[in-house]
């Protein structure tokens, strides 16, 4: 029931938002809405169905009043069969946008985006990617395999269990896209 109330209290805030420029979306096009709290400051998030893929609203409180900070067109693959994307809160109040590909195509795949508030904005603090191609096969007949997680907050990451650091850095949720990550996580370039 507490889930539902937000879903709704969500969308009455983006549909019936103060402000003319405010966006507007309707009940049927909300995937999932969280709320939480990073570093004392309150946050609601709506994720949405957009034009292609899925768009995310980040709110900040604002004495009482929450304030659209953030909005992120495209953020995560969503809409065709076997595409799900959802978000959560982790135990220190950071955002998680999860998205996956579970059904179509040999490439199947899950991402998740760890969403932190720093320096006054959101930014992708996180990237963690994982795979598992359906047709690719190793000598044992394992499915070929792979995961990447990084800070983007420290450059730091493991690929398949091997440490890593890359110059791709943290970026504003507002321009993060569905088909960017850093490029040490990229698997099909190095295997077929």
Known sequence: MAKLSAIILSTFLLTFGASADEPKVSVASVLSAVSGYQDSNYYKAVLVTGEEDA??????????????????PGIAVTGIGGTDASLSTA?????????????????RWQQRLTIVHRDGRFVVGGYTYSF???????????VL???????????????????FRTSFRSVPVDNWRADMGPPECEWEQKNP
């Open 132 to 142: 598992y191609d359906t047709l690719a096969v190793n000598a044992n007949g394992d």
């Open 55 to 72: 768009d995310l609203y980040l709110f900040s409180r604002d004495g009482w009043d929450l304030t659209l900070e953030a909005y992120a």
């Open 91 to 107: 135990e220190n109040g950071a955002l998680r946008l999860q998205s996956e590909n579970i059904a179509i195509g040999r490439h």
């Open 145 to 163: 395999t792979g995961e990447c997680d990084v800070n983007l907050l420290t450059g730091k990451g493991f690929k398949d269990g091997k440490p």
